[in-house]
């Protein structure tokens, strides 16, 4: 099996930073593809930021302000928030495309953290 484990959450005020992390274990072959989701009181999941071997994408609400990366060698993910405001408060989930062998069968499976609470005070 595969886990996932957030940190890094937390209250700060508007104008502030946060980095989450997120860390992989278990039965991992690789990784292809990053993302950090997040969920707001009575809102979905939306898709805050993606990052694959080769590429990033953001949502617009958080471009120049998020940057997701991630270190291979630990099966980890980041994502760096700055300037934070209160329309970023939300439950932020890591989600992962991990590649694993079953019965010698290479098979892509997506896990998802347990989420982690980040809240911004005006």
């Known amino acids: 099996q595969v886990q996932l484990v957030e940190s890094g959450g937390g209250l700060v005020k508007a104008g502030g930073s946060l980095r989450l992390s997120c860390a992989a274990s278990g039965s991992i072959f690789s990784i292809g593809a990053w993302g950090w989701y997040r969920q707001a009181p009575g809102n979905g999941r939306e898709l805050v930021a993606r990052?694959?071997?080769?590429?990033?994408n953001y949502a617009d609400s958080v471009k120049g302000r998020f940057t997701i990366s991630r270190d291979n060698a630990k099966n980890t993910v980041y994502l760096q928030m700055n300037s934070l405001n209160p329309e970023d408060t939300a439950v932020y989930y890591c989600?992962?495309?991990?590649?694993?062998?079953?019965?010698?069968?290479?098979?892509?499976?997506?896990?998802w953290g347990q989420g982690t609470q980040v809240t911004i005070s005006s």
């Open positions: 990052i694959t071997s080769g590429s990033t």
């Open positions: 989600n992962a495309i991990v590649t694993r062998t079953i019965m010698g069968d290479f098979r892509e499976y997506s896990y």
